[in-house]
Structures are given as C-alpha cells and as structure tokens.
C-alpha cells in the first residue's frame, strides 16, 4: 500500500495509511524552489495516542519475536531501500534541497547502517557475575545479566539527514525489541515516511513502527511526554533537545544537538591538506550538519597563509542549485538565511574582515570566510549552521584551548599539527565528544561512538552504543 495521494502523504498506524481526521495538512516546500513538494497530516493527539498505545501493545510480541528474524526484517528493510535509492534519492534532494549524488548517497549509507545493525544485535548476548570476585561475595551467587529492551521509543529527526538519521534510531531500537514511534522533522517527513513505506514493504509487523506527523506545536509535547514512551532518541537543535529533558521525565535520552566544531592549526600543520579538510568540513551542504567546522582557531605565524588558501579554494567552490550539484546550495528556509545573514553583519560591523563571499541571493548565502573574528561577535559562538566560516587568530595553543572551554558545544574539534604528540596532549584538554586528527569532524564510519558533550548532546550513538542506548540490564541472582 502507498503512502500518498496525488502529494498528500499520510502517516502509518497498524500498518495502515490514514489521513487524519483534522483533514488538516502541513505543506512542506522546497528550499531550491519554494514550490510544493507535498502535504503531511497535521494530526490530532487523539491518533498520535492511538499510534503510541498501538505501539505499546505490539512490543511484547515484537520482543518475544527471535532476534535473527528481527535482524532478517532489517536485512529485507535495506535491501528495499537499496532498490528505491534513486527514487527515495531524489525526495531527499528535492524535499531538504541536497545535491542528488548526496542524497542518494545517503540512502546508501543507510542501507550500510540497518545491515551493520542487523549484525551487531545479533551478537548481544549478556553477560555471567560470579559472586566471590567482590570482598565478601560468595561463588554461590552468580549473576545471569540479561539484555531487555526499554518498551516503545521515540524517534525523532532532523531535516538535513532525513532517511539516514532516522534509520540511525529506528534500526537499534528495533533489533534490540522495542517499538517505535517515529515522527520526522516537518522538512524532511516525505523522505521519512517512504524509508517507512520501505519497511512496510520488508514485512513490518503491525504496529512495530507506527508515523506520526503534525507540528511540533500540536503534537511536540504531548508525544515526548506520553507516559507509554520508554525511551527518546532525538537528533535537532539544541533547545529543542533542551526542551525535550525538561519535559521528558524519568526515561532514558540520547540526545544529538548542536555543535561548534573548531579546527586548531598548529605551526607545523600541513596547510594544504589542512585547508582541503576545512574546506569540505565547512561548506559541504552549505554547513548545514551538525559536525560541520563551524570556526578555526589558527596559530597567527601561517594565519596568513591559511587564509588565502582558504580563500583561493573557496573561489573554486560551486554555487548554486542542489540539483545541479552545487556543495553551497540554499539554505533550508528563510528564517535560517535571516540568522546567518545577521552573523555576518554583526561580525562585520565589529570590525572583522570579510576575505570571500558575505552576500545573499534569496536564501542562497555565498561561501562566506570572515577573518580576525573576536569573541564579541556572535559568529565566535553560536551555531552558524550555514556556509560562513570565521577565522580566530590566536598567539598559542593555550589561547586556543582557552576559547574554545568557553564554549557551549561540545560534539568534536579538529587538530592540524605534524606532531602526534602535541595532539596527545591537546586532546584531553578539549571538552568534546571526539577529536580528530588531521581531518575534517564527521559522525562516520557509522560504528564509531558518536557524542555530545555540554549543549551538543546526551548520551553515545554509533550502531554499537545506539544498541546499549535501547536496552537495559535485567539481572537474574542464581543462589547455588
Ligand atoms: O548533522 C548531524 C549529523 O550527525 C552529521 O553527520 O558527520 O555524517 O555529516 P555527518
């Protein structure tokens, strides 16, 4: 069964399509045209009731369901996705305005993550205590650990990833035997609901993963406060993850925020690959991911150079239509193009130096680099989540350091340097999830941990910890 009517998609309950009954929609526009892509149910929080009680009553079978024919359904579910990745491809690149390569890219990556899914729940097997290992203990007692899963999970993406992010959660969550309740972001809800047509199609169980949609408004906190969700995996900005652990009470959260992911460049960097990686940490999808290198932080003696590196590549950098395969495209709304056009002025007006870009056409803001940036303007500190970049020139590495304690984010950092052991020492100093060497941020490959620390997140993702995140220990004490 299909998901939509002419481009009215619909959400899933027991496997069914439905309108809702509201018959009201939330229309959804391309960020490269503004022409309509198509309409989701706004629904009420009668049916998204329906959709968590549902859920709630399909976990028990779905747990007691062996784990290999679990893992099978993930199996089927990529290998559906694989076969639809132009189709499901081209949603993406139209709905949440990405390049067609990325975009179908990114159906593949998924596909890539639900297997790898696929293998490693099938691996998870407990664990035996034996009593007489602590002071005191007695070897009569063993402890049988056992894993369970924590009931139904919410699920809940972003726009910019809107298949691979969401799969990222309903693939653990689902190998581990909870159910789902998955909503999507507004933007990026068509591309969710065809990874779910996709699912449907593999032999989803009824109710095992159900879609709500509406606005967050409407239906936000009545679903994240639901007393029948057990457990909320959430990926977005940062006061809304905020606001989710204020609300949420007493479940677990794994929470995947913001970030402001610096690039320090030490003396003895390579500068050429330096700025290569900067680069395409920077611009790729006009910065609009979370792992982004979203400022530099660069020892003044190669400022200089660095700089007109960048500059020179950023020239080189293609502008323009997603569709035509631009890697600095239009943002995603309007709003988002105000924000970062208002960085630049406000840098600007500080007395930092625009080296390349600072214009804007419609949402389409040029690959911007902003040099001598201070930590009074406000691009040194909050979350761009567009194509500028600023330049903070600094005397040492201590300095460096020293600014970048003071942020708010923590997701990763980037070091440049030739010496291993100067980025040794530096890594534990930086109050990040992870910190790579001599490369760009990024969350893959998608088995590593991946953490937020500070206002960037809560708790691991990476298949593996994305697992842990959806299970509990159930501990069973045999007294010999
Ligand atoms: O936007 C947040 C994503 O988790 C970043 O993923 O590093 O693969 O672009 P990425």
Redesign the pocket.
Known sequence: MKATEDLKYQFLINNEWSKSTTDKWVNIFAPETNELVGSVPAMSQEEVDKAVRLAKEAQVKWADTPVHERSNLLYRWADKLEERKNEIGAMIALEVGKSPSSAVGEVVRTAEIIRYTAEEGVRIHGELMKGDSFPGGSKNKLALIQKEPLGVVLAIS?F??PVN?AAAKVAPALIAGNTVVFKPATQGAISGILMVEALVDAGLPESVVNVVTGRGADIGDFVVTHPDINMISF?GGTKTGQDIAQKAKMIPLVL?LGGKDPAIVLADADLEHAADQIIGGAFSYSGQ???AIKKVFVIDTIADELVSKLEAKIQKLKVGKASEEATVVPLINEKAADFVEGLIIDAKSKGATIVAGGSRTDNLIAPTLIDHVTDDMVVAWEEQFGPVLPIIRVSSVFEAIELERKSEYGLQASIFTKNVQDAFALVSKLNVGTVQLNGK????PDHFP?IGVKNSGLGVQGVGRSIESMMRDKVMVINL
């Open positions: 972003p910019n990833y992010l990926t995947e991911r979370c792992t941020p990024e969350r893959g991946f």
